[in-house]
């Protein structure tokens, strides 16, 4: 890969470190969001929600505004958006403003990792696209390491707003790394809003988006209790589920380049059975072990790492389902990331609310992956009937 290439793969990591940030940095400084614009934990938990809504609408919504605008141009607009309302929501001083600046900040979050992953497999080497995906992705894990242990520090112990400031700052970063080193690619000017929506009646893609928020939702479930998991089951210190936000991220990093690895040696379906068949098992074993202790920040290094083996090959599995509208498809699998978050801690949280136990929730994310690979193994069977019965015709 040239020199330029890799430079525009970095823009786009920088891109995904920013916004990993200020998806995931709001959890940690809730409490500090709260007491300052003088509401409840629970009202400012609507903060999530608002910017989980926008990367579900925003997605394929700004996809399709954009389908005939060159991708570098596009991603460079999307990210002026995403600096222009997190830099707003810095000075927002009460409840409905910051609700309205995080709705829009989520806004472009899909569209640029759903563009982006079309591009970084554009300007890969043949067969390394799955690598250029992940190094895209790496931005977005090791915001966990970094970028969310640092936002959440300055929030509690200075003020809430310099997070976001500093989200602010990283979207300049890659605006101006766009600018400079991403190579220009041409878009598809015959290619119009209505042919582009096609997509949406192939089955074979639908079926990935679900088995994205279905497979994925077990990551969330397990991810959404991590810290009353460390703190109540395992009886360890408040003060170690810092450290265990970013064990878990440490693990992610790792797993988002064993995962572009499993793309490469399998099919990327098959690869994301892998991951899920794993999570499951993982999920299970944490059940077991997560209340005895130091086992706990184990297993939140394992389920992070095995969790994220499946971003990059599900994300290559429906490019490839989506062929002639794969940026729009690209751009909607992220919208069911986002979808997956949702209802994953959402069902998590029935059992806890029902007093099981906060290891309930890796029961019911181990049931989600779990139910993930049979709706994969669905679509694996009905893609091998439908190449069979393409044979016999051809024979015929």
Known sequence: MSITNKKALLALAIGGFGIGMTEFVIMGILPDVAGALDISIPQAGHFISAYALGVVIGAPLLTVIGNRCAPHKMLLYLMVWFTIFNTLSAFANNYGLLLIARFLSGLPHGAFFGIGAVVAGKLANEGKSAKAIATMFTGLTLANVIGVPLGTYVGHHFHWSISFLIVGVIGVLTMLSIHFWMPAIETNQKQNIKSEFKVFKKLDFLGIVLLTTIGTGGFFAWYSYIAPLITEEAGLSSNLVSYGMIIAGSGMVIGNFIGAKLAELFSPL?????????????????????????????????????????????????????????????????????????SGAYLAGLPIAFGYGFTSASLVGAALAGSGVILALVILYFRNQKVGKEKIALQD
């Open 270 to 342: 098959k690869a994301v059975i892998i991951s899920l068949v794993t999570m499951m098992l993982m999920l299970l074993l944490n059940v077991v072990v997560a209340p005895t202790g130091i086992a706990v920040l184990v297993m939140t290094f394992i389920i992070g790492m095995v969790a994220f083996t499946v971003s990059t090959p599900i994300q290559m599995a429906v490019i490839n389902s989506a062929k002639g509208s794969e940026m729009l498809g690209s751009s909607a699998n992220q919208s069911a990331f986002n979808m997956g978050n949702a």
